[in-house]
């Protein structure tokens, strides 16, 4: 936490103007709370036949809003408050949730009424800064907008319920504007799209418009349009349940550029096992794309539920722009429900999605939580997968897996759910990715 002091001097004549005061926001920062004080109405005593009478006339009004760098108003809220605060996902009311950004951002003062000796306002400004921590969320769901049959808001207020802190509004071929959604405290909701065509649905994330014009396209340069239109728009795109029974992705894959496949969708079944076959595919030839898990959410059944699967994303603020940020990194698991076990991957100084040079760094430190009776943890590499614990009863496990080559290596935790069945992932990680340095060939060279 950092505070900055301003002090601003006004003079009679600028009584009934409005100036802006600058001030630097440094990187890195979560929330900016403002607030400032004055002499509003100074005491003047005046003695009465057996006391003091204390007048308090208002000699000082000053009005208060605040500018972000790109020079739109955050808010204004007159005199009435004395202290506001800003994040990326919540505001003072007058206030609306933005980013604090780094750069140089104004107090907008009004100086309404001014006493003839003018007046000394000092503004005190905190940022809090963010930190990097597990965010738990749902990148897929429907609503009435589609076929969904809850609002924005009613999912929200669920999603908080069971533990989620974002959740991703995905209806079919609309967005929702990111103005229109409710703020619901706790729960950052984030616009998205399921472009949905009979040959394949994807996700676009982030974006309220990801394309002009009408969602439906016949030729395939059209589907590659939409999909250069949201990725220049700033929208992180999902290939969604490629291997789907009914709407698999069909689209050549090596024509479109995405950010991220669905490897689940809703409950684990054999198109997500499937999917995650082709994932392992592509992991082990090299191709680096991270994976994201969606309830696919319209109602509840016996098996689909909000946050099944969840995604655990590893952001440093519960912001869109930072929980978006770490998906597109593959900082994320997907675990079952918003209840479901949780990892943490680590090797040397390289997390989840990072890449960690090889043979200098070998050893792969898994932290999982949350394990019940008889799950097993594994870790898959190019050359298969290797059971390395299972847990005897409820509780958490730290354990270090010696790398042999280089590649990636991911965690999956494994669960029997009904007896007789045999077990299911109930957590899915993204990888870290072992890359072979020049030190392979200078063994002498590397170090300790
Ligand atoms: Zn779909
Ligand atoms: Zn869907």
Known sequence: MTTLSLTVEVAPKQARTYFTVPFQVPEGVATLTLRYRYERRPAVLTPTSGGVFTARPEVNVIDLGLIAPDGSQVGASGSDKTEITVSATRATPGYRPTPIVAGEWRILVGAYKVAPEGVTIKYEIVFTVKQRRLFLGDLHTHTLASDGVHTA??????????????????????????????????????????WTHYAGHANFLGSE??????????????????????????ALIV???????????????????FDALEVWNGPMREANLRAVGLWQQWLSAGRRVPIVGGSDYHRDTP??????????????????ADILAAVRAGRSFL????NGPTVALSAGDAGLGEVAPWPRV???RIVAGGLASGDVVRVVTAV????????????????????????????EILRVFIPGVPPLPALLSNPIYFEATSNENHPGAAEP
């Open 153 to 194: 808001h009613e999912l929200a207020i669920k999603a908080r319920r069971h533990g989620l802190d974002f959740v991703a509004i995905t209806d079919h071929n609309q967005t929702i504007a990111r103005a229109a959604l409710p703020q619901v405290d706790g729960v950052t909701l984030i616009p998205g799209i399921e």
């Open 209 to 234: 418009r990801p394309y002009d014009g009408v969602f439906a396209t016949q030729a395939l340069s059209d589907v590659q349009a939409r999909f250069a239109s949201a990725r220049e728009r700033g």
């Open 239 to 257: 290939v969604n349940h490629p291997l789907d029974e009914s709407c698999p992705f069909t689209f050549d894959l090596a024509t479109l550029s």
């Open 303 to 320: 098996f689909i539920f909000l946050g099944g699967p969840t995604t655990g994303v590893y952001a440093d603020s519960e912001g869109e």
């Open 335 to 338: 675990t079952f429900a918003p």
């Open 362 to 364: 070998k050893t792969l």
């Open 384 to 411: 298969g997968a290797t059971a390395l614990f299972t847990a005897p009863e409820a509780g958490d496990v730290a354990l270090d897996y010696l790398v042999e080559a280089p590649g990636f290596a991911r965690i």
